[in-house]
């Protein structure tokens, strides 16, 4: 798949970039153009399922998605994991109400704006997790540690997606029903060195889906 690239994170009144990716709930291939004048749609561009906070911000999202659906909005989830290896880890950890694609090439973030972070940035960060963590850590301490904790077995299929050189920041995108963002979220390390994982605050993305879905 190839899809151009953006400088800047898309926001609210940008149009969305069709994307066509390999599907990992079901066979076949999921395109944004698919929703288009059907549902608005809830985007979740997350890294690999090697990434702890990846995998927490698919589940986050698919506790959403019963509320989400009762508003009309669909939910997709796009992992940067090959698609066998997605859909291995997917049955293990079912989550049957959820639309999910592999985008290994990372083309899908690279449309949506979402920036590449050098190692040596990230690195840099320490993540505070009280109760999960023992104490702050970098995010690949972070990732060990809790791939550990929680029996992820690292393939190498993961080890191929953890040897790039920069990672790309995660995002999350309200797409209406004509391709238009009206909501956004997006990862950033504005809040300097020490950082706590986030996911997008439920009452505002509630809020934001009930305006799309009218």
Not at 127 to 147: Q, S, Y
Not at 162 to 173: D, H, I, N, R, T
């Amino acid at each position: 798949m190839s899809t151009s690239s953006v400088d800047r994170p898309l926001q609210p009144g940008d149009r969305a970039p069709n994307i066509v990716l390999d599907a990992i709930s079901r066979d076949g291939k999921i395109a944004l153009t698919d929703f288009r004048g059907r549902s608005p749609l809830l985007i979740g561009l997350f890294r690999g399922l090697h990434c702890a906070f990846c995998r927490r911000n698919v589940a986050a999202m698919a506790q959403l998605e019963p509320a989400l659906r009762e508003r009309g909005v669909e939910c997709l989830a796009v992992v940067n994991t090959p698609v066998e290896r997605a859909r291995l880890y997917f049955r293990y950890h079912p989550a049957p109400d959820l639309l999910a694609a592999s985008d290994p090439e990372r083309a899908s973030h690279r449309a949506f704006g979402l920036r590449e972070v050098g190692m040596d940035e990230v690195m840099g960060i320490r993540i505070h997790l009280p109760g999960e963590l023992p104490e702050p850590m970098d995010p690949m301490a972070m990732d060990e540690f809790l791939n550990k904790k929680e029996g992820y077995e690292i393939t190498e299929a993961d080890q191929r997606m953890m040897a790039s050189a920069k990672e790309l920041l995660v995002g999350q995108f309200l797409i209406d029903r004509g391709g238009i963002v009206r909501w956004s979220f997006t990862e950033g390390l504005e809040d300097g060195p020490d950082i706590t994982f986030k996911t997008p605050n439920p009452e505002e993305l509630m809020s934001a889906a009930s305006q799309v879905a009218h």
